[in-house]
């Protein structure tokens, strides 16, 4: 279990988020139940970035950031919940919340 927390902690971190506390959440929707609308077959982009826009990355962060606080997924601390695909408890095959914030970089 060490090393999957390790393991999910690094991941984060090479991403810029900075896990808040232990990290695990257990007081909130299940985190397939978030999924589902993302994942169905019928979903739609609320944004779109083209592929050839000159700044790609950045344009993408911002997006993201602007719809996180427009729908209050980030509390005023900075801190929101991920679920990361294959990173579920070592008890099961599903996936749970980790809590985290935008790290410095």
Not at 79 to 104: D, M, P, Y
């Amino acid at each position: 279990m060490a090393d999957r927390s390790s393991a999910l902690r690094d991941l984060l971190h090479r991403a810029g988020l900075e896990v808040v506390g232990h990290g695990r959440v257990s007081d909130a929707r299940p985190a397939a139940a978030a999924w589902r609308p993302v994942i169905a077959g019928s979903a739609e982009p609320t944004r779109a970035v083209p592929n050839d826009h000159p700044d790609l990355v950045a344009e993408l962060n911002r997006q993201w950031h602007r719809l996180a606080f427009e729908h209050d997924v980030i509390n005023a601390e900075g801190e929101f919940l991920i679920s990361v695909a294959n990173q579920g408890c070592s008890c099961c095959e599903r996936g749970h919340w980790t809590k985290v914030r935008l790290a410095e970089r």
